[in-house]
Every structure is written in C-alpha cells, then in structure tokens.
C-alpha cells in the first residue's frame, strides 16, 4: 500500500509501507569501510557523505545485493543493530545505502560501525537489520550533475526518505516525460533540460 504525499512546489512522493520484521544478516569492516564516506560506490553519488545533510552525517552502508534492486535501493535507510558478538555495543544505528554488495553481507562506513560496535578488528558480526524511513526535516534535494545541458540533463534526489521509483519532468507542467535510470546508480538521465520535476517514490 502506497502513501502520497504531496509538496509545495508542484512534486509528489509516494512512499510504501515498510515491513517492520527485522532479518538476520552479517555486516562487515573492511579497508573499504574508512574510505566508503568520500563518495563514489554503486550509486555514484558525489562529494564527502559526512558533511551532506542528506547522508546521516557518514551513516552509511553498501547493502546486499538483493536489496540494491538494481539501483533503486540507493538511499533507502536500514536500521541495524549487532548481535552476538562479545564487541557488540547495543543498541542500532540507522545508515543510509549507498552502493551494494555483491556476497549478502552490509558493509558499514567506519562511522556506522563505530555505533554498534567497539571493535574495528572484529572485522565482521552477526546484525538484524530492517528497511526504515530516513531521517528528514521535510526537505529534499535535485543535485544537477556536472556536464547538464540542454541537450543532455542528469539529476540526482537527496534527502527522501524512501527509495526513488520514477522520476518525471516538464517544461510547463501540461505534459511530463519520465527520466531514466543511468545504469544502476541514483542518477535520472534525459536528452534535453527542463524546469518542473516530479518524483515517484517506494520501495
């Protein structure tokens, strides 16, 4: 079942409920995980994650394959606590995806797993985790990316606080043409600009 919402400035989300069950997994530490809050990953989002409001100050995670869904994972949010492990800390953090992982496990940024876990050589801990609605103050961004223009324009959405579905955009709000999914990343793509956009979201 889908929730609508709608925002000033002519965009409509919609967000699907989220199954509250929490699901037995593995999370990892690894060199990767120092590294992972300086952008890049899956979902080729951009610039230093700990200082973006729209990445949990570095809360942050590459997520199972089987979750990324072929791109419309990425900034989906996971509650996550550790489990039977001597190094546990109690508790969870909430981490927001932003690449995959192709062996089932998440790979928690150095700053998620300092939450729930004392010890960085534990290397890897058993988890529950369950998919959440992220933080927000009720605002969201449309990053342009560098290289748009008016014959080719690509965005980015940040800051929802469920996954991007579809993505749809007008010069006049009369007619809406649906943007494309650039691979497997969080990143829209058209032919040529435009001034009015509408996001579909859910997971």
């Not at 435009?194 to 859910?202: L, R, T």
Request: glycine fraction near 14%; proline fraction near 3%.
């Amino acid at each position: 079942m889908a929730h609508v919402s709608k925002i000033s400035g002519g965009l409509c989300l919609a967000f699907f409920l989220l199954a509250l069950a929490l699901t037995p997994a593995s999370a990892v530490f690894t060199s990767f995980s120092v590294g992972l809050n300086d952008g890049g990953g899956a979902c080729n989002y951009k610039g230093d994650f700990r200082d973006s409001p729209f990445f949990n100050g570095g809360l942050t995670a590459y997520i199972p394959q089987s979750q990324y869904n072929g791109g419309k994972g990425c900034g989906t949010c996971y509650e996550v606590s550790c489990k039977n492990h001597k190094s546990c800390r109690g508790g969870s953090v909430t981490v927001r995806a932003v690449g995959k992982q192709g062996n089932g496990d998440f790979l928690l940024s150095s700053t998620a797993w300092d939450k729930i876990v004392r010890d960085r050589a534990a290397g890897r801990v058993e988890i529950k985790y369950r998919g959440v609605e992220c933080p927000s103050n009720g605002t969201f961004a449309v990053r342009v990316m560098p290289g748009s223009n008016p014959y080719w324009f690509a965005i980015q959405i940040l800051g929802v606080v469920d996954a991007v579905e579809k993505v749809e955009i007008s010069k006049d709000a009369s007619s809406w043409t649906s943007l494309r999914a650039m691979g497997e990343s969080a990143t829209w793509v058209l032919g040529s600009g435009a001034e009015k956009i509408v996001v579909w979201g859910g997971r």
